[in-house]
């Protein structure tokens, strides 16, 4: 008999994400946003949340990396068969573009959620015979070509997700979630099943807006998509050009962040310091914040897990009991870790050769290779690290993370730490390893003894990374900004890299403080002091770990957004 569901709500929630994380070996993901939307699927599932989510399939995936000698990517299409991992569905919808109709279909994945439940995801596919050869590529590279490439996948993501979710024929009242603005267009299908005629009241904008929810997840304006008229008009349409002018969001350029904040009922950031962010960025917006969350049981590291399956039996039916791991014996936690540091270790030195010491410190940095993540500000000063490795003690540092192939700057950034890594081998061992992906994060996140990160601020939205390493019992040294604000607390949970003031945000504050904490902090903890540093790792796991993680996330989405939603909707029937 299956359990009854946790938490749910009377109507058929419709998640939209460009890009989900399932597994390694369905490369439909690209990072942070994949990441989220993933975790987010598998709690819900756990939850029981009558949720359908839509994604495209992208059939070519993010890319391959590889890297030379020096630090040089190389980039190549990741090659998987939707048909070892999905099921086919019957159903096939349409959309136009460029004056073309672009037939659709859909491929099932379903995640399985601890009671029985499962969320299916449904990733649409523009590559069918019937199709014109310029729109069967359209669902295969995440995040790549062009502007009009772009718009083409926003459309199939946005218009042809609804009307999939139509041809389905789910049950019940939807509501309709858009995780950041690549599928705001879902909002103008909506508006044209109200009228055959595409012109709109405001009651019946506002109907619309009743039904949707949006996570924005990017606090830079540069970040946001924007489309110029004229392409929107030669993608779009003459008619649905006239329809989003008259909704009030298109005068030179469309901006899929405005539409999607224009016809949303609920609007959030993702974390306290993102919403601040948000509110000065979209005045005249209400922009409330959930902050991100990782899921539990699909990060923590089986050493980890073995330890709290002994003490907290329930943990992953309740991640709130995870609270109880302050009570953990130091020498269990310390076994643990070594254990995962172990995998770790053994995983790196099949990777690269490289041979890493079990009991030397290590640093771990794996992200995403974009500027303002900064990934070589720990190497500003050379010999500062050097001196620190031989007067305080060794230490080994292992990095990750794929720059986009049009991010000139994030490859710069690999290359710098290839450079480092030459000019500092005889002092501290650096390794890169390369083509990211989950399996390898969730080693790096539960092996290392500490997380660093150094994100410019405040364009650190939220980051799950560190949220991820926390679960694992391995603390942050970190730049305040995005969820740490809120998981910090100095020499508990983990440590700061400078601090929240306005003489704080300098990049030689924050290089020197970096280096006080390592070198005066961190590492003399670690060597002379193994039980205070093994309470840090403890309280990571009890004050982190219990609340960064999607079931709390999920439940608050519950009650915020989706419950409302639902409420509001059906007090506009009486």
């Known amino acids: 008999m299956t359990e009854p569901t946790a938490f749910?709500?009377?109507?058929?929630?419709?998640?939209f994400s460009m890009d989900v994380a399932i597994d390694s070996d369905i490369p439909t993901y690209?990072?942070?946003?994949?990441?989220?939307?993933?975790?987010?699927?598998?709690?819900?599932?756990d939850l029981g949340v009558p949720m359908v989510a839509f994604t495209l399939l992208h059939r070519k995936g993010y890319f391959d990396q590889r890297l030379d000698a020096v630090g040089n990517q190389l980039e190549s299409p990741s090659q998987w068969s939707p048909e070892k991992f999905l099921e086919a569905l019957p159903p096939r919808v349409s959309v136009t573009?460029?004056?073309?109709?672009?037939?659709?279909?859909?491929?099932?994945?379903?995640?399985p959620g601890i009671m029985g439940?499962?969320?299916?995801?449904?990733?649409?596919?523009?590559?069918?015979?019937?199709?014109?050869?310029?729109?069967?590529?359209?669902?295969?590279?995440?995040?790549?070509?062009?502007?009009?490439?772009?718009?083409?996948?926003?459309?199939?993501?946005?218009?042809?997700?609804v009307q999939m979710l139509r041809a389905l024929n789910y049950p019940g009242f939807k509501i309709y979630h858009m995780n950041e603005g690549h599928s705001a267009l879902a909002t103008i299908a909506l508006l044209e099943q109200l009228s055959a005629n595409r012109r709109f009241s405001e009651t019946e904008i506002e109907t619309v807006r009743r039904q949707c929810v949006f996570t924005t997840h990017t606090p830079v304006p540069a970040g946001h998509d924007r489309f110029p008229a004229d392409l929107v008009h030669r993608v779009l349409g003459e008619a649905r050009g006239a329809l989003l002018r008259q909704v009030g969001v298109m005068d030179g350029s469309l901006n899929m962040t405005e539409l999607a904040l224009r016809l949303s009922g609920y609007v959030n950031a993702v974390s306290m310091r993102h919403g601040e962010v948000s509110r000065e960025m979209f005045p005249g917006h209400r922009v409330e914040a959930i902050t991100n969350g990782v899921h539990a049981e699909a990060w923590i590291a089986k050493p980890i897990a073995t330890l709290f399956d002994r003490h907290i039996p329930d943990w992953r039916r309740d991640n709130c009991y995870l609270r109880h791991a302050i009570g953990f014996p130091l020498q269990q936690v310390r076994d643990a870790h070594a254990e995962a540091k172990r995998e770790l270790l053994q995983q790196v030195r099949w990777l690269t050769g490289s041979q890493l010491d079990e009991a030397v410190f290590t640093l771990g940095f794996a992200r995403r290779a974009t500027a303002y993540k900064r990934g070589d500000l720990l190497f500003t000063d050379l010999d500062r690290l050097k001196n620190i490795a031989r007067q305080v003690g060794p230490l080994q540092l292992i990095y990750a993370g794929k720059a986009h192939p049009r991010d000139d700057g994030g490859k710069a950034i690999i290359r710098r730490i290839f450079e480092a890594a030459a000019a500092l081998a005889n002092d501290v061992r650096v390794v890169y390893l390369e083509n990211y992906d989950m399996a390898l994060g969730k080693m790096i996140?539960?092996?290392?003894?500490?997380?660093?990160?150094?994100?410019?601020?405040?364009?650190?939205?939220?980051?799950?990374s560190g949220m991820k390493a926390a679960l694992n019992g391995v603390p942050s040294l970190s730049v305040l900004d995005g969820w740490w604000i809120e998981g910090h607390i100095e020499g508990v949970t983990g440590w700061s890299i400078g601090g929240l003031g306005s003489g704080d945000g300098d990049t030689n504050t924050e290089v020197n403080s970096l280096y006080y904490k390592l070198g005066e902090v961190?590492?003399?903890?670690?060597?002379?002091?193994?039980?205070k540093f093994a309470h840090v790792m403890r309280s990571a796991v009890a004050f982190n770990g219990s609340f960064f993680n999607t079931q709390r996330m999920m439940f608050q989405y519950l009650r915020n957004a989706y419950l409302p939603a639902w409420t509001n909707a059906q007090a506009s029937l009486l």
Do not use: M
């Not at 749910?8 to 998640?15: E, F, G, K």
């Not at 590559?127 to 926003?154: A, F, K, M």
């Not at 997380?451 to 601020?457: D, E, I």
């Open 117 to 161: 439940q499962t969320v299916p995801l449904l990733l649409l596919d523009t590559d069918l015979e019937e199709n014109d050869s310029r729109d069967r590529v359209l669902t295969d590279h995440l995040y790549g070509g062009d502007d009009r490439y772009r718009l083409c996948q926003e459309a199939v993501l946005g218009l042809g997700g």
């Open 30 to 45: 690209s990072g942070g946003l994949g990441i989220l939307s993933g975790d987010t699927l598998r709690s819900a599932a």
């Open 445 to 464: 996140c539960a092996g290392v003894d500490v997380w660093l990160n150094t994100p410019l601020r405040p364009q650190e939205a939220s980051g799950t």
């Open 522 to 531: 961190i590492l003399p903890l670690y060597y002379n002091a193994p039980d």
């Open 8 to 15: 749910s709500v009377p109507a058929t929630i419709a998640y």
């Open 97 to 111: 573009i460029e004056g073309r109709e672009v037939k659709i279909r859909a491929w099932q994945y379903r995640f």
